[in-house]
């Protein structure tokens, strides 16, 4: 059963999926980071491209030739990853087949509506069961 945890009050969305995903990658996971539509997809492309030269994360857009190669990709498409190891979920809502996945991460900023959408979704996933952790990135400065 997939593994879920939420961190909250995320004070920038696309760098903590970019952290996440980086401690993944290192880790010798595959990630698929869910955004919630084509503009973050590409805005987080952009992102891991410019992020810190020492840093570099291997990552390509869902729909990219070397995209089974990757063990990093940004899009909405799970079978174009060599294994379903972790899923970042950046849009309102998981997508249907997070369950496919080891471990799912959900990304909550401190808006007070995407945290009660975050909270309707914790609600949901206990209720049927799943193992779940919260990490407070307020208090948390990693």
């Known amino acids: 059963m997939t593994h879920i945890d939420f961190y909250f009050n995320a004070p ?3 760098d903590v999926a970019r952290k996440l995903a980086t401690k993944a990658f290192k880790a010798g996971l595959n ?3 869910y955004p919630r539509d084509a503009a973050q ?3 987080l492309d952009a992102r891991f491209w410019s992020a810190q030269p020492l ?3 291997p990552h390509v857009v869902c ?3 070397l995209a089974r190669q990757t063990p990093v990709l940004i ?3 799970p079978d174009e990853l060599g294994s379903a190891d972790v899923l970042i ?3 309102d809502e998981p997508p249907e087949f997070f369950d496919r996945f080891g471990r799912l991460l959900e990304v909550v900023s401190g808006d007070a509506s995407d945290r009660e959408r975050a909270r309707s979704r914790f609600r949901s996933f206990k209720q049927r069961g799943y193992t779940l952790e919260t990490h407070d990135l ?3 400065h990693d």
Do not use: T, Y
């Open 12 to 14: 920038d969305k696309g």
């Open 138 to 140: 307020a208090s948390n």
């Open 75 to 77: 899009g909405q498409d």
């Open 63 to 65: 729909g990219h030739p």
């Open 89 to 91: 979920c950046l849009a």
């Open 55 to 57: 840093s570099f994360l």
């Open 31 to 33: 990630v698929l980071v």
């Open 41 to 43: 997809a590409r805005e």
